[in-house]
């Protein structure tokens, strides 16, 4: 079945960088964009920006430009998502979602979410 | 790129109707999705392009639109509806995926 796994959690000292991963089975990678998602402690959903599998191609949210990363590797079909300069801000649950193109539009895979904690 | 309005809360008794909205100016020319999230799981989807219900999705959610508002409502509300829900659309000019604030549903 349809799969996004994602890494397991993270605890980071502010000022370093966090790196997440999002492993997908059970269709073709690089037929879906793959987006990344945020949820900070008791907070709403907040899009951060899409991967395209296929290309490499990549389109960030204005408010993380220049701070977040994304990539992917599609011999093990993962995306990847880099967060520099983390702040106690960056305090979140880091989702990856993707649209399976049966619910067109819809995202309808979402990895589990990886936590990440940013404490000095 | 724009925002989407929801009310922070909505308060119904169980077998009752909720009706949770959401507002935002390209809502007529963009679809709009739904996504339920119970605390400690990942969203789902429960409504696509306005008023679609995907499989698995029980009929009680329904999905309705109506210039710059689109609604999501859930009739004969079970105790289990209780969550967060999220309306979602795009910004055209990025193209930006946007989410509104989320409303609770509180099942009295």
């Known amino acids: 079945q349809v799969q996004l796994v994602q890494s397991g959690a993270e605890v980071k000292k502010p000022g370093t960088s966090v790196k997440v991963s999002c492993k997908a089975s059970?269709?073709?990678?690089?037929?879906?964009?793959m987006h990344w998602v945020r949820q900070a402690p008791g907070q709403g959903l907040e899009w951060m920006g899409w991967i395209n599998p296929n290309s490499g191609g990549t389109n960030y949210a204005q408010k993380f430009q220049g701070r977040v990363t994304m990539t992917r590797d599609t011999s093990i079909s993962t995306a990847f998502m880099e967060v520099s300069r983390l702040t106690s801000d960056d305090t979140a649950v880091y989702y990856c979602?993707?649209?399976?193109?049966?619910?067109?539009?819809?995202?309808?895979?979402w990895g589990q979410g990886t936590m990440v904690t940013v404490s000095s | 790129s724009y925002e989407l309005t929801q009310p922070p809360s909505v308060s119904v008794s169980p077998g009752q109707t909720a009706r949770i909205t959401c507002s935002g100016d390209p809502l007529p020319k963009q679809f709009a999705y739904w996504y339920q999230q119970k605390p400690g799981q990942a969203p789902v989807m429960v409504i696509y392009k306005d008023t679609e219900r995907p499989s698995g999705i029980p009929e009680r959610f329904s999905g309705s639109s109506s210039g710059t508002t689109v609604t999501l409502t859930i009739s004969g509300v079970q105790a289990e509806d209780e969550a967060d829900y999220y309306c979602q659309s795009v910004d055209s000019s990025g193209p930006y995926v946007v989410f509104g604030g989320g409303t609770k549903l509180t099942v009295l």
């Open positions: 059970g269709y073709t990678f690089t037929d879906s964009y």
């Open positions: 979602a993707a649209r399976s193109g049966t619910y067109p539009g819809a995202f309808d895979m």
